[in-house]
């Protein structure tokens, strides 16, 4: 054994009575805890209404879990249909025993966050922005779950952080008992790194319009378009990933995608810094005029909003930006926004809050004054009997 290397973990499932816990499922749940938690909180800090992110959630991880699974399966066909296939063509169904490709969950979870936004009136684009990085961090938890199932590794390596892993597991090379690349070690660390680089450039860039969540699909081809050189997919040790002039099919699909997220970041170069992160057009709470919280409700994202609209809401330390409010929450939680007005015909916020505290004494004013009149108007009616009397 060597000095120093990863040991292999002693079991990746455990039982709660009759009912498995397993690992990969487990760092699975977790990254999208994270992902989520991360998400509410910088669509919040954006203006956004509370639980926005959690119902868009739901149907973005069903659809996700579904497109990474058949994006693992079409990839890797010869795991379950090929002549030496070690798994049975109906274990492709078993997605606790591991294979999920991020392109595919990545690709079909947006479609469950696109029919999310249309059905509320969101921005797609201020939605991707927010939860770009909190996808980073969800992979590199859900990488942990490989580690447990003991797959996914690199080559032969003679490093010092090298992979222990158990003999005849798929993907080991026959009569080899040393030492392989941690590659989801690499991946992990590598996401960990990104999501802080994309809070920092959000914050740093007031990244708008799609332009943050194109900056993650760049970082994060990079680098799997190297650790994925790194691999040695099953069976027997030998690389039977499908290959296209010299590279894996993975490899192709990060070039395309780099590509890609370059094009989209210089063609929406010039965009305004501002969003509309609901179009004015959407749909108020019953009972609520657009733009305008219902009576009793809060504006989302402890934010205050005046009698114009404008919103102003405090910094959110965990999102790591500081950004201006785009839209106000009405009572159903659709949220509606409008864009601000120039600074040079804004009224100063004082001289707003001293025109309402005006508006307000003079409603008070008048309020007095007609209680005061409706009670001489009482009086000359009471009066008026006595005088037939006598």
């Given at each position: ?325 785009d839209g106000v929450a009405s009572s159903d939680g659709v949220e509606s926004a409008e864009r601000a007005e120039s600074s040079d015909t804004a009224e100063p916020p004082a001289a707003v809050d001293a025109a309402h505290r005006a508006e307000s004494a003079d409603d008070a004013e008048a309020a007095d004054g007609a209680e005061a009149s409706d009670g001489a108007e009482d009086e000359r009616a009471r009066a008026v009997p006595e005088e037939k009397k006598s």
């Open positions: 054994m060597p000095l120093a290397s990863i040991p292999s973990p002693s079991q990746g499932v455990w039982y709660l009575g009759p009912i498995p816990l397993r690992a990969y499922a487990l760092c699975i749940v977790l990254g999208v805890i994270v992902a989520v938690w991360l998400s509410e909180r910088r669509w919040r800090a954006r203006g956004g209404a509370p639980g926005t992110m959690v119902d868009i959630a739901v149907p973005a991880v069903i659809f996700g879990l579904i497109g990474g699974r058949l994006y693992h399966v079409i990839t890797d066909w010869q795991l379950y249909f090929g002549p030496d296939a070690p798994n049975k063509p109906y274990e492709a169904l078993f997605i606790w025993n591991g294979g999920l490709g991020i392109w595919g969950a990545v690709a079909l979870g947006g479609v469950g966050v696109w029919l999310s936004c249309r059905k509320r009136g969101l921005s797609l684009s201020a939605v991707a922005d927010t939860v770009a990085p909190g996808i980073a961090f969800a992979q590199a938890i859900g990488r942990w779950g490989n580690y447990f199932n003991q797959e996914l590794f690199g080559g032969p390596t003679t490093l010092p952080w090298g992979l222990e892993i158990e003999p005849g597991r798929a993907g080991t090379i026959e009569g080899y008992t040393g030492l392989y690349h941690p590659t989801f070690l690499y991946e992990s660390l590598w996401n960990v790194a990104l999501g802080f680089a994309l809070i920092w450039a959000g914050r740093r860039f007031t990244l708008r319009h799609g332009r943050l969540f194109a900056l993650y699909v760049a970082g994060y081809t990079v680098g799997r378009f190297w650790i994925e050189g790194l691999r040695v997919d099953p069976v027997g040790g030998v690389d039977h990933a499908v290959h296209f002039l010299g590279l894996r099919i993975n490899q192709w699909t990060a070039i395309v995608l780099f590509v890609g997220a370059l094009v989209y970041l210089w063609v929406t170069r010039n965009k305004d810094a501002e969003e509309i992160v609901v179009p004015p057009s959407a749909e108020p709470a019953s009972g609520s005029p657009s733009g305008t919280p219902a009576d009793g409700d809060e504006p989302a994202g402890d934010a205050r909003t005046s009698d114009d609209g404008a919103r102003s809401s405090d910094d959110d330390p965990a999102s790591g930006e500081t950004e201006p409010a």
